[in-house]
């Protein structure tokens, strides 16, 4: 009765600029919709940028490279932990993109049930690519060169009031020689809690035991405030990490950002109009050396 998909792509440049694309649908009742946005957050002083894009058609594999072709009115874009390419010409917008894996995931799921054996699945397309090409939106070219990109995957059964997650937490950063992604979703009141912190280095390491923690006493556990420390056990011994945000990149409701016609001001009641927002980070990583290393992390309450 009640299906959702979402895909989300993006790509953060050396320079600090972050765009990403957000395709999602649902089915429900028979009828199928659609929403397809793109988010520009330029690495100055300028104002961060979404543009919802018409997807006229998309056609999702059942394979395990979580493969979606999505039509345009004039390009197309294709998602695969095998590669993506991204054509968009549309009301200002000028994209040109190529994402080459240069890892993939491991194939690394998070599941958390739902009532009547429904479900929500999370999982990464892949950890890292390296992206080509030319982007232009509303007139202000982004180069991408150097740029490190990424790209994840969600599917959900269980209808939106009876999602058992409040709050989630959701990070990805890049090192010269590392990857890393993690998500921590929580009920009410902390529990319960669902998580998984993915590690690429010389090898691939996961763990499903992510403890997330603010900086000091007046941030505690359930608001990060401007940063929070994060571990996590793996086998080759504990993770640690701290994260500071530095800049909001995105702020905005779940059905905003998504535009899903199909709920539009009834959504908001039955889903309790979640928000997300987005930051450029800095995390300090003890194992990855000195320095920091910029990433984005994401909060969101449901």
Same mark, same amino acid.
């Given at each position: 009765?009640?299906?959702?998909?979402?895909?989300?792509?993006?790509?953060?440049?050396?320079?600090?600029?972050?765009?990403?694309?957000?395709?999602?649908?649902?089915?429900?009742a028979?009828?199928?919709?659609?929403? /397809? *946005?793109?988010?520009? +957050?330029?690495?100055?002083? =300028?104002? %961060?940028?979404?543009?919802? #894009?018409?997807? @006229?058609?998309?056609?999702?594999?059942?394979?395990?490279?979580?493969?979606?072709?999505?039509?345009?009115?004039s390009g197309?874009?294709?998602?695969?932990?095998?590669?993506?390419?991204?054509?968009?010409?549309?009301?200002?917008?000028?994209?040109?993109?190529?994402?080459?894996?240069?890892?993939?995931?491991?194939?690394?799921?998070?599941?958390?049930?739902?009532?009547?054996?429904?479900h929500?699945?999370?999982?990464?397309?892949?950890?890292?690519?390296?992206?080509?090409?030319?982007?232009?939106?509303?007139?202000?070219?982004?180069?991408?060169?150097?740029?490190?990109?990424?790209?994840?995957?969600?599917?959900?059964?269980?209808?939106?009031?009876?999602?058992?997650?409040?709050?989630?937490l959701?990070?990805?950063?890049?090192?010269?020689?590392?990857? /890393? *992604?993690?998500?921590? +979703?929580?009920?009410?009141? =902390?529990? %319960?809690?669902?998580?998984? #912190?993915?590690? @690429?280095?010389?090898?691939?390491?996961?763990?499903?035991?992510?403890?997330?923690?603010?900086?000091?006493?007046?941030?505690?556990?359930?608001?990060?405030?401007?940063?929070?420390?994060?571990?996590?056990?793996?086998?080759?011994?504990?993770?640690?990490?701290?994260?500071r945000?530095?800049?909001?990149?995105?702020?905005?409701?779940?059905?905003?950002?998504?535009?899903?016609?199909?709920?539009?001001?009834?959504?908001?009641?039955?889903?309790?109009?979640?928000?997300?927002?987005?930051f450029?980070?800095?995390?300090?990583?003890?194992?990855?050396?000195?320095?920091?290393?910029?990433?984005?992390?994401?909060?969101?309450?449901?």
């Amino acid at each position: 009765m009640y299906l959702l998909r979402k895909w989300y792509i993006d790509l953060l440049t050396p320079g600090g600029d972050y765009l990403f694309l957000y395709f999602a649908f649902v089915r429900l009742a028979g009828f199928t919709y659609r929403s /397809l *946005v793109l988010h520009v +957050a330029p690495s100055g002083a =300028g104002a %961060p940028i979404t543009i919802p #894009l018409k997807a @006229r058609w998309h056609q999702d594999r059942a394979g395990d490279d979580r493969t979606v072709l999505v039509g345009l009115e004039s390009g197309g874009m294709r998602i695969s932990s095998e590669g993506c390419r991204v054509l968009a010409v549309d009301k200002g917008v000028s994209l040109d993109l190529v994402f080459t894996p240069s890892t993939h995931s491991g194939r690394q799921r998070v599941r958390i049930d739902g009532p009547r054996g429904s479900h929500i699945f999370w999982e990464p397309v892949c950890l890292r690519y390296k992206v080509e090409g030319h982007a232009q939106v509303s007139g202000a070219p982004i180069d991408v060169r150097g740029a490190a990109g990424y790209a994840d995957f969600l599917e959900s059964t269980v209808l939106p009031p009876e999602v058992p997650v409040r709050r989630l937490l959701w990070g990805r950063v890049h090192g010269p020689a590392s990857d /890393l *992604v993690y998500m921590h +979703a929580s009920g009410l009141s =902390g529990t %319960p809690a669902w998580s998984r #912190l993915i590690l @690429r280095s010389k090898t691939f390491e996961e763990s499903d035991s992510v403890l997330i923690t603010g900086l000091s006493e007046s941030a505690p556990d359930k608001s990060p405030a401007n940063g929070y420390l994060l571990r996590a056990p793996l086998p080759s011994g504990e993770f640690r990490m701290t994260v500071r945000r530095r800049k909001t990149v995105q702020d905005s409701g779940f059905i905003d950002q998504q535009k899903i016609q199909l709920l539009a001001s009834l959504a908001k009641k039955v889903t309790r109009d979640p928000r997300s927002t987005k930051f450029l980070s800095s995390a300090e990583i003890p194992s990855w050396g000195k320095g920091e290393f910029t990433m984005i992390d994401e909060e969101a309450c449901l």
